[in-house]
T-cell receptor, first 115, second 114 residues
Framework: EPEVTQTPSHQVTQMGQEVILRCVPI?????FYWYRQILGQKVEFLVS????????KSEIFDDQFSVERPDGSNFTLKIRSTKLEDSAMYFC?????????????FGPGTRLTVL | GENVEQHPSTLSVQEGDSAVIKCTYS??????FPWYKQELGKRPQLIID?????GEKKDQRIAVTLNKTAKHFSLHITETQPEDSAVYFC?????????????FGKGTKLSVIP
């Protein structure tokens, strides 16, 4: 069964540095998402992406964040200047979406630690 | 925006007993309600979902009920087993005008005691 994959599994960075988190969505899916989960808390929506542009974004997704689909398979989340409070598990997800909401499949996550 | 409340935050049951987790949502336009199971350090995995045109859905030991009037939905697990121990999240999607963001509840940590 196809799965969403993410790299790296764990990223440690210094405050103020840029990080890029990578995801490979399921190949025939059309919508891509980033969510984050601070340790012990609920999963929070960051952004959705469709047809090579942002479809929706939350208040968390400020100017420090950006997303890109640089080629036909990868989907990336960039944090320009990391803060301590960006430390969290970041999940990529994808769904097929044919009008009605469809199942979102999550990747294994990247644990980001900002020191 | 949508707000999802989930109760209880923790739940302990004896193996073989049933477990019920309840969620309420705020936006009457929400039309899709998935439940995810998350084991420690792992990805959330869909276990069952329900759409707003259905009142109940069952898959073996797992069932979900939806009351659109009261804006609440519940997860029922029967004959619980130790491997059911995990954190369970309910979620809702508004689904209108191309909105597909999942709004999650805070999660319920289920412990099944052998």
């Amino acid at each position: 069964e196809p799965e969403v994959t993410q790299t790296p599994s764990h990223q440690v960075t210094q405050m103020g540095q840029e990080v890029i988190l990578r995801c490979v969505p399921i190949s025939n899916h059309l919508y891509f998402y980033w969510y984050r989960q601070i340790l012990g808390q609920k999963v929070e929506f960051l952004v959705s992406f469709y047809n090579n542009e942002i479809s929706e974004k939350s208040e968390i997704f400020d100017d420090q964040f950006s997303v890109e689909r640089p080629d036909g398979s990868n989907f990336t989340l960039k944090i320009r200047s990391t803060k301590l409070e960006d430390s969290a598990m970041y999940f990529c997800a994808s769904s097929h979406q044919t009008g009605a909401p469809d199942t979102q499949y999550f990747g294994p996550g990247t644990r980001l630690t900002v020191l | 925006g949508e707000n999802v409340e989930q109760h209880p935050s923790t739940l302990s049951v004896q193996e073989g007993d049933s477990a019920v987790i309840k969620c309420t949502y705020s936006d009457s336009a929400s039309n899709y309600f998935p439940w995810y199971k998350q084991e420690l350090g792992k990805r959330p995995q869909l276990i069952i979902d329900i759409r707003s045109n259905v009142g109940e859905k069952k898959d073996q030991r797992i069932a979900v009920t939806l009351n659109k009037t009261a804006k609440h939905f519940s997860l029922h697990i029967t004959e619980t087993q130790p491997e059911d121990s995990a954190v369970y999240f309910c979620a809702a999607i508004m689904g209108g005008a191309g909105s597909y963001q999942l709004t999650f509840g805070k999660g319920t940590k289920l412990s099944v005691i052998p």
